[in-house]
């Protein structure tokens, strides 16, 4: 099958000008539709819709001149086409004044005709528009990107721990920084993971995420850095890592303590020397921007046994910390509106809802599943119920808030059940330590304050009943 470079729609009045120019064009696989006044070449124009117009300035026999069609299809925007101007006209100024318009080139019919120059200025011309319509259908699809990610992952909040955290993941995207996004498991770090991608210059660019926690000791490397053929047993053919497919993208890693300290100096070497060490194989240059994310408090964080110093220090100018829901003021209330409107399928209209009445009882429940948790239950609501309304999401709260109480006092009989005082005394101390411990992030200082202890004694007790983040062991 012929290969055809491009459409041609030539206006010109002298006809064997016009058929010089349409066999040239036609023996380089381009094709030619040839007008000889402005109202024929109006009528071919509109069905072919041509990559290139040649069009004679001098037109003669025509209800428009050459000049006024130019004009009229620059001034109009009547099409994306390049256009290519014959012209016998010698003065700079004018010439000057049809490339601004957006002339591309202009060609000297006074002079003898040149083949091969017109054939560079023609594939030029045609290229350019091909190029310029990739770019147009990528802009297209970056913008629908966008959209998807805004309405999946959406960034929702007035706060101004809200506010002050977009404008910090702003600022570390726009400088191409790396970023380790801290908070309580629920509070968004995906989606602030997201909102750093959405605005970085890499957007559009790969991005990945890896849930650390999922990965196994002997899959680690493999996962991240990937392997050639053989290089372990079970390795029946190569693997590219994220790393590498992430390259020039954002790669973001999940639960980042779960890694091993090993496997975690591996990528201290990827961000410092932008290369990595693939299993069995060479080291590849990656220019890969990481955000980490964890769910540890910043105290636990600089333990030397959870996160590697080096990597920390390396980072840690760099951490965004989410609030839970409980100290994010009204946003519960704001989450509430945006989730039900967002999961509704039949045009609510949420403001009509009149749910700012339940506002109160909304906020006055702590939502220790953070963001997540409210999410869920907005989503619940809309999937049960046929109508929204205040009292329809005050008895799904209501419902809530006793689940809540009925799993307090059940938690509270655990301890009077059991027979010896002092162990449900220390059973009972044990466990609030911890509750307060995951309800402040594990922050040592902050916790210790709001329970009435010392530091130095909330240690003590940590290390006496061998509290550790992980389990109730």
């Known amino acids: 099958m012929k290969i055809i470079n491009g459409k041609i729609a030539i206006l010109e009045s002298d006809f064997d000008v016009a058929m010089e120019f349409s066999r040239i064009l036609t023996d380089n696989d381009y094709v030619v539709r040839i007008s000889m006044n402005s109202s024929d070449f109006f009528k071919t124009f ?25 004009r009229m299809l620059i001034n109009e925007k009547q099409t994306d086409a390049k256009l290519i101007l014959l012209s016998k006209e010698k003065k700079t100024s004018t010439l000057n004044e049809l490339f601004k318009l957006g002339a591309y080139h202009i060609i000297d019919v006074s002079d003898k005709l ?44 007035e706060s101004d721990c809200v506010l002050q955290a977009k404008r910090q993941i702003m600022k570390l995207a726009q400088a191409d920084e790396d970023m380790f996004v801290v908070g309580e498991t629920g509070t968004g770090k995906e989606v602030a993971a997201y909102y750093y991608y959405l605005n970085s210059n890499r957007f559009a660019k790969p991005f990945h995420t890896v849930n650390c926690s999922a990965l196994t000791e002997t899959l680690i490397e493999s996962e991240l850095f990937g392997h050639i053929k053989g290089s372990f047993t079970s390795a029946d053919k190569s693997k590219i890592g994220f790393f590498e497919r992430c390259n020039n993208g954002v790669l973001f890693l999940d639960e980042i303590t779960n890694l091993s300290l090993a496997a975690q100096s591996k990528i201290l070497r990827a961000i410092e020397n932008k290369e990595i060490q693939v299993v ?28 590697r110093k080096d990597l920390y220090y390396r980072i840690e100018g760099n951490i965004i910390e989410l609030r839970p829901l409980r100290e994010r003021g009204d946003d519960a209330y704001v989450l509430l509106n945006y989730f039900l409107s967002s999961y509704y399928q039949m045009n609510l209209n949420v403001a009509k809802a009149k749910l700012h009445k339940i506002k109160d009882l909304l906020l006055s429940y702590s939502w220790p599943g953070n963001v997540r948790e409210l999410k869920n239950f907005c989503k619940a609501i809309v999937l049960s119920e046929k109508e929204i309304s205040a009292d329809t999401v005050k008895r799904h709260l209501e419902q809530k808030l006793k689940k809540q109480h009925e799993t307090t006092v059940s938690n509270v009989h655990k301890y009077i059940r059991m027979d010896n005082l002092k162990s449900g005394v220390s059973n009972f101390e044990r466990d609030f330590i911890y509750y307060h411990l995951e309800k402040n992030n594990w922050h040592i200082s902050k916790t210790a304050k709001l329970i009435g202890l010392e530091r130095t004694t909330l240690y003590k007790k940590i290390k006496q009943y061998k509290i550790i983040q992980s389990s109730k062991k």
């Open 46 to 70: 509109n069905r072919f819709k041509p990559d290139l117009i040649i069009l004679d300035l001098e037109l003669k026999n025509s209800k428009l001149t050459g000049n006024e069609v130019y």
């Open 114 to 157: 040149n083949e091969t120059e017109l054939i560079i200025r023609v594939n030029s011309a045609v290229q350019l528009k091909k190029q310029e319509e990739v770019n147009l259908q990528l802009q297209i699809e970056n913008i629908y990107l966008k959209k998807s990610i805004v309405q999946s992952h959406a960034f929702i909040g």
């Open 280 to 307: 069995g194989g060479e080291t590849k240059k990656v220019d890969t921007k990481l955000i980490f994310a964890s769910n540890s408090s910043m105290e636990r964080l600089a333990q030397p046994d959870v996160f």
